[in-house]
């Protein structure tokens, strides 16, 4: 019986660890479908902001009680997930708690999960409630309707049943295997449920819980995939890969410095050919879709929490206007996706669809209503940059469709013309100084 079980778990490890595998190779095909661009630069820089932002959640706590039920969560299920280990070697050797011959030290580590499993359901229930009850705006805004609404929800809910049936497990195996209460803090008190069973019926239990948390568990893995719980394991490659320039320095177009050294070149063909990315396709200035996004931006997307506490510190959103920071890496995101099942479809190629992020995911409304005060930026907890993905799309509007707001098209006008944003020419720029 021991036999087929092991059997069975590996069959199960397999599927689960091969599948999530699988994902993880999609989603990485998909972010090299992004510009190239080079984030090799000043390493020791790029691994502080990784501890201190990702692993150590120092943009979190800026709003402290969030930050620190966040922390509950993010410390009490890493930890709690070290377990997984000692499942996997139970699961395949026949063996029962494999790390209890470590005494003492066993006690401790199984004791500690189990308080931390504890607050994680305190944190998510609390969560729920703040999510469904309370109703906190940037929870209930128009863009989290819906998927990204219901995957919230989904998440907390798979949180609880894994917690519980950690609990239930540790549980049961108080009562048969008579264990210390020591060890088992929380689950000690729910041993009592079992103490009317005969001890067949509760090692049946026992098992069942157990198999119940290890595909719980990979289940959960695997759902990642389609969730905003990416974050989970791209926050460490987003903050590591995160811009280092002072927030409001605007990078140049590469495309466009080629074009000016061409025409700064007394012997540059002026017939020649438009400057062409590696794959031979001419640059485009800015960007209309997501191809034409560097592949920072799109693990930038991948990588969105749908937190909103961009957006609820956005100035524009805070006025009224349509744009959402949350929302414009919430598109991008849905349009990759959209691609990659293109790709997926086609056999490795892209087929055109008629469609792009720039109208058909993001209006020139939202575009134009950004203020570039690098807000969203600044509270982003992982260092998603919002305001780059907007600023790249506005290029392409000005630079390829000439599709600025008229107030813009007179001012660059005006620059042209006067060396001046205003309709005055050179002569008579003093002349405020005689008006009454």
């Not at 509760?202 to 719980?229: A, P």
């Not at 400057?275 to 991948?302: H, M, T």
């Not at 309709?423 to 405020?432: A, E, G, K, S």
Request: charged fraction near 20%; hydrophobic fraction near 45%; include cysteine.
């Amino acid at each position: 019986m021991n036999y087929l079980s092991s059997i069975l778990f590996a069959i199960l490890l397999l599927a689960g660890f091969g599948l999530f595998i699988k994902n993880i190779k999609t989603i990485v095909r998909n972010i090299k479908l992004g510009q190239n661009i080079n984030r090799s630069d000043n390493s020791s820089e790029r691994w502080k902001n990784m501890a201190l932002i990702a692993l150590g959640q120092s943009k979190m706590v800026k709003r402290p009680i969030a930050g620190i039920l966040h922390i509950f969560v993010y410390v009490g299920f890493v930890l709690i997930n070290i377990e997984l280990l000692e499942i996997i070697i139970d699961g395949l050797f026949g063996t029962h708690r494999a790390f209890s011959g470590l005494g003492t030290a066993y006690v401790c580590l199984i004791a500690s999960f189990e308080i931390l499993a504890f607050l994680v359901v305190v944190a998510v229930i609390i969560f729920w409630i703040r999510r469904n009850i309370i109703q906190l705006k940037r929870f209930i805004s128009a863009d989290l309707k819906g998927w990204p609404k219901a995957d919230a929800n989904y998440i907390l809910y798979f949180e609880i049943i894994l917690m519980s049936l950690f609990f239930l497990m540790n549980a049961s195996d108080v009562f048969q295997q008579i264990k210390t209460p020591a060890a088992f803090p929380i689950s000690h008190f729910i041993a009592p449920l079992f103490t009317n069973m005969n001890p067949e019926t509760v090692e049946i239990l026992e098992k069942t819980f157990w198999w119940l948390h290890i595909t719980g568990i990979l289940i959960f893995m695997n759902y990642l995939y389609y969730s905003k719980h990416l974050h989970i394991l791209l926050a460490f490659p987003n903050t590591y890969y995160a811009d280092l320039n002072a927030k409001g320095k605007i990078d140049n177009l590469e495309s466009v410095t080629k074009e000016v050294k061409l025409m700064m070149d007394p012997n540059a063909d002026p017939f020649a050919n438009q400057p062409a990315d590696e794959q031979g396709i001419p640059s485009k200035f800015g960007a209309s879709d997501v191809q034409d996004l560097n592949w920072v931006q799109l693990l930038n997307a991948y990588t969105c929490t749908e937190c909103g506490r961009c957006t609820s510190s956005c100035p524009a959103n805070q006025t009224g206007k349509k744009l959402s920071p949350r929302k414009i890496m919430m598109d991008t995101r849905d349009r990759l996706v959209e691609v990659g099942s293109n790709i997926d479809a086609n056999k490795g190629v892209f087929v055109p669809d008629s469609k792009s992020l720039l109208h058909d995911y993001i209006t020139t409304e939202e575009l134009w209503a950004c203020t570039s005060c690098n807000a969203c930026v600044e509270e982003c907890p992982v260092n998603i940059s919002p305001l780059s993905i907007i600023m790249d799309m506005r290029r392409y509007l000005v630079m390829e469709q000439s599709a600025a707001p008229q107030p813009l098209n007179a001012m660059m006008t005006n620059i042209e013309n006067n060396g001046a944003p205003w309709p005055y020419n050179q002569m008579d720029r003093l002349n405020w100084k005689n008006e009454q």
